[in-house]
């Protein structure tokens, strides 16, 4: 930005780079410059509030659209019917996307880290939980966003947030159970309740010197659905999963939740922790519930 | 049932230990697919129904970009970024079966019009109903569309967007300032049309 920062030249520049502000793309010296004028200018920073707004109506009206209850079933139909993936065949349409997808993980990757998201304010770590959440399904995104934003944020810079007297009493069961299935070398760290982006969570830290891992449990919304028949469900529990940069989910809904084991180990080992607590886990959850 | 007899119900059960079930993890990548791929479907489903603007239509992309991406499956890599992969193929998908609508004359991406951007457009009503607001976003020409709902909606990063349409990311950003500048140009005339405070409840 050039020097001028006040009156009407000021907002013209600033209203040509809104868009890339409200979406976390700007570098955070060009973000602060824009801080500095939302300070003194109303304008600018109304229409920075209009422009979120029509985002946040947009994303409900869109994500408020009713999906067919058999498609997922009639999908995998069509999958059944077909051949195996064959090794020797050349696809050049999903090489070129497995390409373009890497490059673009490494360059946000990269990006993260120049802007130094962990150590930073506020808008800057709600900018890296955007950059990693935004690359995961919207319903895995629940349990990852509160993850990334109570355990690897929250808890690293706040020393008070430990111990397990904060979670409600219905909970406190869970802690028995979970133990016998998580690694003996990941000790519980903290067991509370907390909320993120106006959703409550009973999440539970797992943590030694090297690897973090959470169990993070929600109650499920309206149309909220991770599919109900995967395959991978050699416990009887479907689970589904998903990566992405170091962090690794595993999850799976009962009747009335949505749970998720959130780490940083091996894409396996975070797996097999929720595969060997998911049908014990959903049978509790199914009581509680009740 | 009572909290302690559930207890004595797990003890009884030998449930496995982590390592048992640790050693059994030799997935399918059938198992693989399921369990990677399938929880997109309704976010993909979504973005389906506003590019092709019908259920019929969204529902046969849908199961073509599931059957591309179980041929393909082989060639992804467990453990990153099955998300943007998936998109990838829908766009891919969505173009290969109306080529048409990526051929609306491209409007002018200038200087001509980051200055019509810059004047503030009216906000959105709070009496605008979700409907309104898709029946909006459908009117906007696919190719703004299309970066609005990346964006906007799935919250792709603009480096990933750029990767997904396969366009300069300078690209993605004219596209996505005047895409929101249309949409909300739209919504203000629907506002207006119903005049200040009027509700109209009609929902998609």
Redesign the interface.
């Given at each position: 930005m050039t020097n001028t920062k006040f009156g009407e030249q000021a907002c013209?520049q600033v209203?040509?780079r809104l868009?890339?502000y409200i979406?976390n793309?700007l570098l955070t010296e060009s973000s602060l410059d824009l801080v500095e004028h939302f300070e003194r200018c109303t304008?600018c920073t109304r229409?920075a509030q209009?422009?979120r707004?029509?985002?946040t109506?947009?994303?409900?009206?869109?994500?408020?659209?009713y999906?067919?209850a058999g498609?997922?079933e009639?999908?995998r139909d069509?999958?059944r019917q077909?051949?195996?993936?064959?090794?020797k065949?050349f696809?050049p349409?999903?090489?070129?996307?497995?390409l373009?997808?890497?490059?673009?993980?490494l360059?946000?990757y990269q990006?993260i880290y120049r802007f130094g998201a962990l150590r930073a304010t506020t808008a800057s770590q709600q900018s890296y939980i955007?950059?990693i959440?935004?690359?995961?399904?919207?319903?895995?995104r629940v349990g990852l966003g509160d993850h990334l934003h109570c355990a690897v944020i929250r808890q690293r810079s706040n020393a008070a947030i430990r111990g397990i007297d904060k979670l409600p009493a219905q909970y406190k069961?869970l802690i028995?159970?979970v133990h016998?299935?998580?690694?003996a070398d990941l000790p519980l760290s903290v067991a509370h309740e907390c909320s993120f982006q106006g959703r409550k969570f009973i999440h539970l830290t797992f943590r030694n010197g090297r690897s973090l891992l959470s169990l993070v449990i929600a109650r499920r919304q309206a149309?909220e659905?991770?599919?109900a028949t995967?395959?991978?469900s050699?416990?009887g529990v479907?689970?589904?999963?998903?990566?992405?940069q170091q962090f690794?989910v595993?999850?799976f809904e009962s009747r009335d939740f949505l749970v998720y084991t959130v780490s940083d180990l091996p894409?396996?080992?975070n797996?097999?922790?929720m595969?060997?607590l998911a049908?014990?886990l959903r049978?509790?959850l199914d009581?509680m519930g009740a | 049932?009572e909290?302690s007899q559930?207890?004595t119900?797990?003890a009884a059960?030998a449930?496995?230990?982590?390592l048992s079930?640790?050693s059994?993890?030799d997935?399918?990548?059938?198992?693989?697919?399921?369990?990677?791929a399938?929880?997109?479907?309704?976010?993909l489903?979504?973005?389906a129904?506003?590019l092709t603007g019908e259920?019929g239509n969204a529902?046969d992309v849908?199961?073509e970009v599931?059957?591309?991406a179980?041929?393909?499956?082989?060639?992804?890599?467990?453990?990153?970024?099955?998300?943007?992969?998936l998109y990838?193929?829908l766009f891919?998908c969505v173009s290969h079966h109306r080529r048409k609508w990526f051929r609306f004359p491209l409007l002018k991406e200038t200087e001509e019009f980051?200055e019509a951007?810059?004047l503030?457009p009216a906000?959105?009503a709070e009496h605008?109903t979700?409907?309104e607001?898709?029946k909006a976003?459908d009117e906007i020409p696919a190719e703004f569309r299309s970066v609005?709902?990346l964006?906007?909606?799935?919250?792709?990063?603009?480096?990933?967007v750029?990767?997904?349409l396969?366009i300069p990311i300078g690209t993605v950003?004219s596209r996505?300032?005047r895409g929101?500048a249309l949409?909300?140009k739209r919504?203000a005339e629907v506002a207006s049309a119903y005049g200040i405070g009027k509700t109209v409840p009609k929902d998609?």
């Open positions: 013209r209203l040509a868009d890339s979406d793309e304008a229409e209009e422009r707004k029509a985002r109506r947009l994303q409900n009206a869109v994500r408020g659209a999906v067919p498609l997922e009639r999908v069509r999958l077909s051949q195996q993936p064959h090794a065949k696809y349409m999903a090489i070129a996307a497995t373009a997808v890497c490059l673009g993980s360059l946000t990006a955007a950059a959440s935004g690359q995961v399904a919207t319903v895995i069961q028995p159970m016998q299935y998580v690694p149309g659905s991770l599919g995967s395959l991978l050699q416990s479907p689970i589904y999963t998903a990566g992405v690794q595993a999850a894409h396996q080992k797996l097999a922790v595969i060997a049908p014990t049978n509790l009581q | 049932m909290v559930a207890m119900g797990w059960d449930p496995p230990t982590f079930t640790a059994r993890l997935l399918s990548a059938a198992e693989r697919f399921e369990a990677e399938m929880p997109h479907l309704n976010d489903f979504r973005t129904l506003r259920r529902e849908m199961q599931y059957l591309q179980w041929r393909s499956f082989d060639r992804f890599e467990s453990g990153t970024n099955c998300r943007a992969w990838k193929i891919h980051l951007n810059l503030a906000p959105v605008v979700d409907g607001i898709l976003l609005v709902l964006v906007d909606v799935e919250e792709f990063a603009y480096k990933e750029a990767g997904i396969s950003m996505l300032s929101r949409l909300r919504l998609n």
